[in-house]
């Protein structure tokens, strides 16, 4: 028998803020049990999101090849009951959850070597992120190897921060970043250079890359500072509240990839290209 070649290098998967729960965010396509027998059916939109999360978690498994997967779960896993919203499936939370963890079962399938949980923001996941903090318990008690935060002794995270061979990784869910198009990417430089000079005044090694989220956007620092920011997508597509305070704004939807050989590390956005808005005309 062959002896099996073990992982060379590593693959990092980031995703956040699914929603789940959200009736704009992700789901499987499969009708929804209601807590009083009744069913929730999926939309189209939603189901052009799934497909999108199958078509990302299959770049990820070919990306993984031959690679050690580490997953992070960068916040709002989610959606929660928030500001009297219409938009959710169900306020019972148990239903969110369920949600929740069919759409995992994507990435878990692939068996990663870590799973991360980031703490989101307690209007979508409780106080405190007490429902991430749950996700990550119910993951850790079913096998899952989650990475448990050793000064809290939590299984989840507000602000992670580890090592993957060479590089240097933070992630928390909350951010910074330009409201408007040209000014995004100013804003995340802004913010790397403060994370760069905040850890320099520490004595402390700064990291290389600072993973942010929250906004539904993405925007990257680059090269203009040490420490790279880079805004993640998301996987919920606009709610009425983006309609009101960014009508001509969409979200941007996907996940990011880490790939680490050695020495050299590279980072991929997987973007999914939204169908044009449809126009009304006549004749």
């Known amino acids: 028998m062959s002896k099996r070649t073990p992982p060379q290098g590593m693959l990092i998967a980031v995703v956040s803020d699914l929603h789940c729960g ?4 992700l789901a499987t396509p499969d009708p929804v049990t209601l807590d009083d ?3 929730y059916v999926p939309t189209d939109a939603q189901r052009w999101l799934w497909r999108h999360w199958l078509g990302y978690w299959a770049t990820v498994r070919r990306l993984a090849a031959g690679r050690n997967l580490i997953v992070i779960l960068n916040g709002d896993a989610m959606d929660g009951d928030h500001h009297g919203t219409a938009q959710i499936v169900s306020r019972h939370p148990g239903t969110q959850f369920d949600i929740l963890l069919k759409c995992l079962a ?3 399938a692939l068996r990663p070597r870590h799973v991360i949980v980031v703490r989101g923001t307690e209007s979508h996941v409780g106080k405190s992120g007490s429902g991430e903090e749950a996700l990550a318990r119910h993951l850790l008690n079913t096998g899952v190897p989650v990475v448990p935060c050793p000064d809290t002794k939590t299984a989840s995270w ?8 060479p590089l240097l990784v933070s992630a928390t869910h909350h951010g910074r970043i330009g409201q408007r198009p040209w000014t995004k990417g100013n804003v ?4 790397a250079a403060q994370i760069f000079y905040e850890h ?10 600072a993973l942010r989220s929250h906004y539904h956007k993405t925007a990257d620092s680059g090269d203009s500072h040490p420490v790279r920011v880079i805004q993640t997508p998301a996987w919920q597509l606009a709610t009425a509240y983006a309609y009101r305070v960014a009508a001509d704004s969409l979200a941007d939807v996907g996940g990011l990839t880490i790939s680490i050989d050695n020495a050299e590390w ?7 290209v939204p169908d044009p ?6 004749a």
């Open 37 to 39: 027998g009744g069913t």
């Open 188 to 191: 995340s430089s802004n913010l």
């Open 22 to 25: 959200s009736t704009v965010g």
């Open 266 to 272: 590279t980072v991929r956005k997987h973007l999914a």
């Open 200 to 209: 320099a005044a520490r004595g402390q090694r700064h990291p290389d890359i």
């Open 277 to 282: 808005t449809p126009t009304w005309s006549i």
């Open 158 to 165: 507000w602000h992670f921060t580890g090592t993957f061979g």
């Open 106 to 108: 994507v990435p878990l």
